[in-house]
């Protein structure tokens, strides 16, 4: 099974905080995922990396930033938190391949007062 | 470009009955697709996966059938209960991501 870790799940943080969600998995896994869900909406892919020190914007424009420095970690970073950027975000990795099969975070609700 | 399109967007039904819910694709050449579960405010939990070779997976009351040359797949629940209840996307990969398809949130009624 999946070792896919997301911290925090809640996060509770007023404006014009700099946040960072963490995403970590002890897979091995070259690619990670970042995804933006709204409540009873769609997954939006944010962010991705196909390895330590690649990182690639997707398809959703997000003011977020994230590195990858080390092959299981690619955290998530907010430098002004604002209240549009409340929402679920979900971390993902995968084996590779072309034959793409994705492992999902438990996802970090972020709530902007 | 690759799209994932399901059909209903929402469902409901007593328990007990049996179920599809529907997955298109417009590009016929994939690799695999995957069907995933997601509980309110959770993560996605992937239930089947399909390589582009199969016709069909089962794991337990639940059966995946992929037809890649009418860019279909079906996800087949079995007698369905309340437990089942949650949303179900499909997915097929794309350059290097995942197309997901909006999803389709079951409602299983005891």
């Known amino acids: 099974e999946a070792d896919i870790y997301q911290t925090p799940r809640y996060l509770v943080i007023g404006t014009g905080k700099k946040i960072t969600l963490e995403c970590s998995q002890t897979?091995?896994?070259?690619?990670m995922y970042w995804y933006q869900q709204d409540p009873g909406m769609e997954l939006h892919l944010i962010h991705y990396?196909?390895?330590?020190?690649?990182?690639e914007k997707g398809d959703l424009s997000s003011e977020s930033t994230v590195s990858r420095i080390r092959t299981e970690h690619f955290p998530l970073t907010l430098e002004s938190a604002r209240p549009s950027h409340t929402s679920q975000y979900l971390c993902?990795?995968?084996?590779?391949?072309?034959?793409?099969?994705?492992?999902f975070g438990p996802g970090t609700r972020l709530t902007v007062t | 470009k690759q799209e994932v399109t399901q059909i209903p967007a929402a469902l409901s039904v007593p328990e007990g009955e049996n179920l599809v819910l529907n997955c298109s694709f417009t590009?016929?050449?994939?690799?695999?697709l995957q069907w995933f579960r997601q509980d309110p405010g959770k993560g996605l939990t992937s239930l089947l996966l399909?390589?582009?070779?199969?016709r069909e997976q089962t794991s337990g009351r639940l059966n995946a059938s992929l037809d890649k040359s009418s860019g279909r797949s079906t996800l087949y629940i079995a007698a369905s209960q309340p437990g089942d209840s949650a949303t179900y996307l499909c997915?097929?990969?794309?350059?290097?991501?995942?197309?997901f398809g909006q999803g389709t949130t079951l409602q299983v009624k005891p």
């Open positions: 993902a990795s995968s084996d590779g391949g072309a034959g793409i099969r994705q492992y």
């Open positions: 897979m091995g896994h070259d690619k």
């Open positions: 990396s196909y390895g330590v020190n690649s990182t």
């Open positions: 590009d016929s050449a994939i690799y695999n």
């Open positions: 399909i390589q582009s070779s199969q």
């Open positions: 997915a097929v990969p794309d350059t290097g991501k995942l197309i």
